[in-house]
């Protein structure tokens, strides 16, 4: 049994208009999304900016209510579940945010931060347990009993990070959403936080959804890896496999912006033309087709269903099969067109 089970899950937005707030279309953020997520593993999730991979995540959680789908935890459906009974079942799936700096309440030290969570769920039962759980936490994520006193402004974004990994820690979870952890913070301090949750899922075993928009950095971490493209999954496989032979053509595109270390790689750059469309009025067929750059005639009616290519390989697109990859796409001149 998967720890996580995500069944075809729609998160849409209404839109409203005029006086009296008409309801005037809907943003389709998630639209019929599943997934699953073993204990222990990482499944990370890549996309650009608005392809609906935070909804997703929040939605998982239950920080935003799904329009509809089911989402099983541990067995139990937990979309329906709410007050006391929701607040308990949180102890299991906890989320790490973008900006460690605005998650974190200003006018609380560390400890009460860290210490609230240990409080709700009852966790201490002295102070002194409280003390000693929260100095544990805070050496695990490489802070230490001194820190405890102090306010978030006193860190460095990474040590913020750091704060909010021990916070999501102290309830012991089994699944922690990480939503882009290290896109805010310098080059040089995200490799320490990734190295920090892979040694954290090494000793407590927690599975994480690794969300970014930078797939050099999910690559590293995650044993497979989900690619969505306006509020759909356009592919997933085991992370090697869709790195060495992505069969999507957004993936193409997405892996040909991953610099490369070694020189005498041939990897091309592919510049899709045109920006991400509006999620509101979603192009019709398959959403990608004005930007695929090997779009055929059916593209632009036929929706492609998500298909298991090769065992574990998923790609929703018409051209993909077992036998023969999508065609190679040509170099764009970059000057024509936004670069991804
Ligand atoms: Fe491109 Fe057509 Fe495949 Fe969509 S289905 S990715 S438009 S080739």
């Given at each position: 049994m998967s720890l996580l089970e995500v069944k075809n899950l729609k998160v849409h937005f209404p839109v409203k208009h005029g006086l009296f707030s008409r309801v005037r279309g809907y943003v389709k953020a998630v639209d019929d999304v599943s997934l699953n997520i073993q204990a222990g593993e990482t499944l990370g999730l890549v996309g650009e900016s608005g392809c609906g991979k935070t909804t997703l995540g929040r939605a998982i959680i239950r920080l935003i209510e799904p329009t509809s789908g089911q989402v099983t935890f541990h067995g139990e459906d937990i979309t329906r579940l709410s007050g006391s009974t929701l607040r308990e079942r949180r102890r299991g799936f906890q989320m790490i945010f973008q900006d460690p700096y605005g998650s974190?309440?200003?006018?609380?030290t560390v400890e009460q931060i860290i210490g609230e969570a240990i409080d709700i769920h009852k966790l201490a039962k002295t102070p002194a347990a409280r003390r000693a759980r929260i100095n544990e936490l805070l050496q695990a994520v490489?802070?230490?009993?001194?820190?405890?006193?102090?306010?978030?402004?006193?860190?460095?974004g990474g040590q913020r990070q750091r704060i909010g990994i021990a916070r999501a820690l102290a309830v012991e979870p089994n699944l922690i959403v990480c939503?882009?952890?290290?896109?805010?913070?310098d080059v040089s301090v995200q490799a320490q936080i990734v190295n920090l949750l892979m040694d954290l899922q090494d000793q407590r075993g927690i599975a994480y959804l690794f969300i970014a928009h930078d797939l050099a950095i999910v690559e590293h971490i995650s044993r497979r890896v989900m690619v969505m493209y306006l509020g759909k999954v356009v592919e997933m496989a085991e992370a090697k496999e869709l790195i060495q032979s992505p069969q999507h053509p957004y993936t193409q595109a997405l892996l040909s912006a991953v610099p490369v270390v070694d020189p005498a790689s041939k990897r091309k750059r592919i510049v899709l033309p045109g920006?991400?469309?509006?999620p509101i009025h979603p192009p019709s067929g398959c959403h990608f087709h004005p930007r695929?750059?090997?779009?055929?005639?059916?593209c632009k009616t036929d929706i492609p269903p998500l298909r298991?290519?090769?065992?574990g390989h998923w790609v929703s697109c018409h051209l993909a099969t077992a036998a023969s990859a999508v065609p190679a796409i040509a170099e764009t001149p970059r000057a024509d067109h936004r670069q991804l």
């Open positions: 974190l309440n200003p006018r609380m490489g802070l230490n009993a001194a820190h405890a006193q102090r306010y978030p402004h006193e860190f460095s939503d882009e952890p290290v896109s805010a913070l920006d991400v469309p509006s695929c750059p090997v779009a055929e005639e059916r298991e290519i090769t065992p």
